[in-house]
């Protein structure tokens, strides 16, 4: 039996591709072999957009994730850019969100995270604070970041001090609205190294965040990527059988080639 996992589909960002998304989501009601689904955060992206529109414009992928749940188990497992959903735990919300998340399968234990964890510009009450206040309107959206930044000043003063060593907040916000694989082109490897220095014996890590997907060569260490269609390689799922993860482009091939990390 599987497990499919997916991660950084960005909905309400104009790069993300919805449209494979849904078909994909069918595939799945389709497909006997799949137990459980992990949504692995920054599936809705409410960094840039107003979150009550984002929800409302994206309500038939949500339902289909729904109604999914009556064949399979889907776990909700946040990112950075939809970090908040953790507000909404235990409210009666038909989706379960989570933290992290650990499944058994053929005596491993399949850990999932979303991946800001290993990025050092990335700090709890700063993503809880761009997840509120965004505009649906692209010219304001430089402006709603820096209220926001100072509107929770005396929140962030710790992580500001930590990170930018006298530079500017602006700067700071500007930064986190980059692709990641733009943002950390010069510390990708870093982040992918100490996301493998954390992974434990009889242990496979699955991981997001950084938009490159890959598995490393000892294949207990995989990042699922994204569905921006502005990524070199996107749309990517990893399917975990036998305790084992490979990676797959949706409506592609396999990706067979393993890194050394």
Known sequence: MAIIAVSDLHLGFDSSDKAAFIRFLGKLQS????TD????????????????GIFLENYDVLDLIINLQKKIHVYYVVGNHDFHLLKLQGRGYPINFLRDLTLQQ???NCRFIHGWEFDEMQRV????????GMS??????????????NRDENDLIRFFSAIAHGGRKRRTAEMLQLDPQERLK??????ERKARSTVRPGEVLIFGHTHRP????????????????TAPIHNTFVRVEGGKPKLFVFEGAEITERVDI
């Open 125 to 132: 009450h700063f993503m809880e604070s761009l997840c509120h």
């Open 31 to 34: 497909d006997p072999s799949v």
């Open 106 to 108: 053929d005596g491993l």
């Open 214 to 229: 890959f598995v490393n060569k000892a294949e207990n260490l995989a990042n699922i990527g994204s569905w921006l269609k």
């Open 186 to 191: 010069e510390t990708l490897k870093g982040v």
């Open 136 to 149: 649906d309107h692209k010219g304001d959206r430089d402006t709603n970041i820096w209220a926001v930044l």
């Open 37 to 52: 689904l992990v949504l692995l955060g920054d599936i809705v992206d409410m960094w840039r957009r107003d979150s009550s």
